[in-house]
């Protein structure tokens, strides 16, 4: 049964709309397979988590790598977004979209001398800095640039977030971020680092997290330690608690930014730091579809199989990390529903979009939507099997536009070249 909570996407006498548009018009014109964004969700589910936290205006980072489309970005430096970036390329795409520098929080534990160097050069609000030997070429880059930086220790706070292990980030037993103790003598000897403002705490314990007890066991702890650090003389100006959010896409019923910041805010009374925030997930994740073209059914006597034109390369989630999405049907007909894996057409077991479910029996040629597409689907799509990464478009109201094109097979060879001795 539809039941999708996102009002964006519904179903008119049969036929799925994003807002006010027939999906199977999109698609037409976009072919498949393609993202499909609303703009309205991406703004009103930001602007739930900046209302839910205006007491304390924070500094609300979208964590880019959830979604770098430059329209989804617009849109929401548009709302006063700024950004979470990881890579200089992240770097560069929000500057495209002219985001204010002084909103950019930059994460990564590898970053090279090269980002370093652009992103200070850029003026972003601050590093959050994830090893000592990182810090260390932070304040020698500065120190050439003759820049003095902002910069946030990452600290790992040591706890197991209840999510799936591919996205969790807050124990030690991963590579995220510095242990507590590192941390303090950092912070104790911050002097040395001549080039540097070290005076911030960032967290981030990781992703589709559905219920508060972990982000308050971390924020907690990380208060814990600021508060050890200020009777030591101290002074933490940026409190970062990073993102997280989780959101809905099968019988989850996660906190909602209210309920969050109902729980958040009592904590950080008192204090006088600016708080940031980094959600990626909770931003665009319901507000994208993804739509394929069902190909072919084939039946092997054990089971069934439903082959649809996407696959693992253009929608990665569902055989990364086993999620899932709920597939509906663009138009809805009265046949019965069958029950079959729902694949696609690479070359690998794990081409898989769902097992054993029961879904829509659409005729050759029809179209399906996998619902919650928004976060972590196109960014991570890839070329294998020579495949063209698919295209994304942005609905608004009855207005849509192709906002990536999908790539044509030059896309694919460019910069490739046989060299002479092939020749
Ligand atoms: C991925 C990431 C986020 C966003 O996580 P969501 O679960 O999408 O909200 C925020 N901060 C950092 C440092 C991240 O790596």
Redesign the pocket.
Known sequence: MYRHPIHSFKYKNNELFCEGVKVSAIVKKAGTPCYIYSHTTIVEHFRKIKHAFKAVDPVICF?M??NSNLAVLKTLVNEGAGL?I?SGGELKKALLVKANPQKIAY?SVGKTDEEIVEAIRAGILLF?VESKPELLNINRIALRLKKKVQVAL?INPDIEAPTHEK?N?GSLKKKFGIDLKTAREIFLNAGQYKNLFINGVHI?IG??ITKSAPFLEAIEKALAFIDELSMDGVRIDFFDI????GIFYKDETPQTAKAYAAKVLPLLKGRNFRLIM?????VVGNAGIFVTRKLYTKDNGVKKFMIVDAGMNDFLRPSLYDAYHEIVPVKKNKAKPIVCDVVGPICESGDVFAHDRKVAAAKDGEYLVMMSAG?YGYVMSSNYNVRPRAAEVMVKGKNWAIVQKRESFNDLVRGASIPGFLK
Do not use: C, M, W, Y
């Open positions: 964590s790598k959830a979470d990881v994460a959050n990452r996205i980030t981030h992703s589709q990073g993102g997280g959010l980094e959600p990626g997930r909770f976060a």
